[in-house]
């Protein structure tokens, strides 16, 4: 089995791409590539692309994972039957296409071309009460977007949860940091994360939501830092956009979020310092307290969610 090394986009499907795309440079991310049929944007970091949208009826589509290699691609390929493709989108590369249980087209990309990282404009130093390493200096933050560097997890609702986690699992390599039990005995879900060994990874890439209805729950892109994130927050009220949850801290994971709808309804977040695990981090088993609590911040409104 090998073992996925991040999440690498979502694919949405919208009938306007301009007003997408406008929401999307609103949110922070910038265009990769545009046709009359699909519109990819990408964050600051070396990835290719991290939304992509066709043009269509509003609905989520999928989702993408990076292989550490083109011949762990192929492997993967082989040891379920399905073909190695040339990939169309932006950086190129290798792709194979599978189908979850619940009907989601999930892909595994390599040999991606990296394009050059984009500039982060709040390069900011800051002071706290142990460490005051900005002298001189006053700290001035610029208006305007989060600038988003990454894709970093993906929340989606699933028919049976063990059924899916077992897919997910056996077929990319992934591992439960915390497991979501309803009632003791009761599994909701699990935020899973890409096992790197000894390499320090996101707390989750992927959570699994047994709701007993498939759909899109959210998706989670990473900002450079707190002050990114509520600039972002304050460009997004003053353009008039959906605000969803936040600004708060998560308990499961330990992110700083703001939550948006983008036009059509779908949930998406900003956040920042994440909790980072590997495998000297053993899973835990935690309540809905703590999946829906938070350490700081407002509650967590009833529509949570796409």
């Known amino acids: 089995m090998i073992k996925v090394t991040d999440i690498a986009y979502v694919r949405f499907r919208a009938p306007d791409l301009d007003e997408m795309e406008k929401f999307l440079v609103e949110f922070g991310m910038a265009r990769a590539a545009r046709s009359d049929t699909h ?9 290719p692309f ?23 691609l192929e ?6 039957g399905l073909a190695v493709e040339d990939n169309p989108a932006p950086g190129g590369g290798r792709i194979v296409h599978f189908t979850d249980p619940d009907g989601f087209p999930i892909d595994v990309v390599a040999g991606q071309v990296s394009p050059e990282k984009l500039p982060v404009a709040r390069k900011l130093v800051h002071n706290d ?4 390493v900005r002298a001189g200096e006053p700290l001035r933050v610029a208006p305007g977007p989060s600038q988003v560097k990454r894709l970093g997890h ?15 699992k056996s077929r990319f390599g992934l591992v439960t940091s915390d497991e979501i039990e309803l009632a003791p005995g009761a599994p909701l879900g699990a935020f899973m994360r890409c096992d790197r060994g000894r390499t320090h990874v996101d707390h989750h ?18 900002v450079a830092h707190f002050d990114d994130l509520m600039a972002g927050h304050n460009h997004l009220e003053k353009a008039g956009r ?14 700083i979020f703001d939550y948006w709808r983008d036009p059509w309804g779908h ?3 900003h956040w920042t310092d994440g909790d980072l695990f590997n495998n000297e981090t053993p899973p835990q088993v935690r309540g809905l307290g703590d999946l829906m609590g938070n350490q700081w911040g407002p509650e967590a409104p009833p529509t949570m969610g796409s």
Request: aromatic residues 12%; contains cysteine.
């Open 50 to 72: 991290v939304h992509e949208t066709e043009k269509g009826e509003p609905g989520f589509v999928g989702i993408a994972f990076y292989a550490e290699s083109v011949a762990d």
């Open 242 to 255: 959906r605000h969803e949850w936040g600004v708060g801290r998560h308990i499961l994971g330990s992110q």
């Open 75 to 80: 492997k993967l390929a082989g040891e379920h």
């Open 129 to 132: 009460g142990d460490a005051r």
């Open 267 to 269: 949930t998406v977040e």
């Open 39 to 47: 519109l990819y944007m990408r964050g600051t970091d070396a990835h």
């Open 205 to 222: 890439t992927l959570f699994l939501v047994g709701t007993g209805q498939p759909g899109f729950n959210h998706a989670a892109f990473e």
């Open 154 to 168: 993906c929340v989606i609702n699933v028919t049976d949860f063990r059924t899916s986690e077992a897919w997910y």
